[in-house]
């Protein structure tokens, strides 16, 4: 790979480990980028270059790198990182991934036939940064967490389990109202035939990838609604906007975009999702909210996961919130997601890991007495002392 001056690099046998600002970023390196995301161990299309690099031209301020393990032909590693002091209030150097407010995934990218590039990584990331190492929201479905918890073991790095939690996820490939009650199929089947006769037409699922008028519809759907009000709708920033639009274009020309939209004389729901080796990730939904009592958004969900299906996914991760009521009751299966504290083999990296557990373990009280209520804390401490923290 060619040295720049804002690159800092390792050399470790044949392959080097890279800290590259995104903005600095040489044509070279977005296609060594675009190869690696094609041939990855796990697919993450949210930290492909065709999502990261409009999304950094829209969050400039975040000084955006990409911490980079490659050899002399290609990239074996990738995963987008910002540099900061301090994490939750911490005061110690920190490297983690970067997580936007439309980054659902950090799986990082690993390449399928070199898994133990994260023992590289590992190894010699200290020469580019030596404070804490991030893995955040890494998703348990795929191969890369569990060779991810291989590395960490076989490095001897002190580490600590921060968050793990579930959201809602379906293989398509299977029944995927197993787990739906009788009566809520019956009442989804009574609320179509409603939204039916409502407009005397059949209710439809239009795949609009290729329109080119999806997109500016879909922007204008999510503004009417809540979204719009609360201002936390894509069009309510016009950075945002150039941004949706140019993924849209960006990842519909790489065949990864499938935009659905939900029609009954007119559209009542859209669904941008993501899709890469059969994997669909949903990214944004929008529904006429004027046609709420039909539950639209419900119905579209309903028909995207048999869309998949008939499609071939084998997978669908909704990537929404743990809580997300919707989503938790049409999509049977669940999506694990981590989140590690990588220290250096030290003994000042031992006692910021130290402290991080200590901190880990506080904020599991606070949850579990915010879920449980003050009066089952003694029953809550009986089962925390039960728990395995994480260790090198």
């Known amino acids: 790979m060619k040295m720049r001056p804002h690159q800092e690099t390792q050399s470790l046998r044949s392959a080097e480990v890279s800290l590259l600002r995104v903005a600095d970023l ?3 390196d977005v296609d060594a980028w675009k190869v690696l995301a094609r041939q ?14 409009p999304l950094e031209a829209a969050r400039r301020q975040d000084d955006v790198h990409l911490l980079v393990l490659s050899d002399a032909r290609r990239w074996l590693f990738c995963m987008p990182v910002v540099v900061r002091w301090g994490w939750r209030k911490m005061p110690v150097p920190v490297l983690s991934t970067w997580l936007s407010q439309y980054t659902f995934l ?14 590289e990584l590992l190894q010699n990331v200290g020469a580019v940064h030596s404070g804490l190492l991030l893995f955040e929201w890494v998703g348990g479905h795929g191969s890369v967490s569990s060779h991810l918890a291989r590395a960490l073991s076989e490095c001897g790095s002190p580490i600590v389990l921060w968050e793990r939690f579930e959201r809602a996820a379906v293989q398509p490939s299977l029944d995927a109202g197993r787990h739906i009650s009788t009566r809520r199929k019956a009442e989804l089947a009574r609320r179509r035939r409603a939204l039916e006769r409502e407009f005397g037409t059949s209710v439809t699922l239009v795949d609009r990838t290729g329109d080119p008028e999806a997109v500016d519809e879909f922007l204008a759907l999510e503004s009417s609604g809540w979204k719009g009000r609360e201002r936390t709708a894509i069009a309510s920033n016009a950075s945002d906007s150039e941004f949706f639009r140019q993924i849209c274009s960006d990842l519909a020309a790489a065949g990864r975009l499938r935009m659905l939209a939900l029609t009954c004389s007119r559209t009542v729901a859209m669904q941008c999702n993501f899709v890469a080796d059969g994997i669909l990730f949903g990214f944004r939904t929008c529904y006429d909210e004027s046609l709420s009592r039909f539950s639209p958004g419900a119905l579209l969900l309903q028909d995207a ?8 996914g084998v997978w669908f991760d909704s990537c929404t919130a743990p809580d997300n009521d919707l989503c938790n009751r049409l999509m049977p299966d669940r999506e694990q997601i981590e989140t590690f504290v990588v220290g250096r083999p030290s003994t000042v990296g031992s006692m ?19 879920e449980h209520g003050v009066l089952n804390y003694r029953h809550w401490l009986g089962l925390e002392r039960k728990l395995r923290v994480t260790g090198p």
């Open 26 to 28: 040489q044509p070279d």
């Open 40 to 53: 990855a161990l796990d697919p993450n299309p949210f930290f492909e270059p065709e999502f990261v690099l």
């Open 106 to 119: 950090g799986t990082p990218l690993v390449a399928a036939e070199r898994p133990d590039a994260l023992i």
């Open 305 to 312: 996961i048999e869309d998949s299906r008939i499609h071939g």
């Open 352 to 370: 910021l890991i130290v402290t991080m557990r200590a901190a880990a373990f506080l904020r599991r009280t606070r949850i579990q007495m915010r």
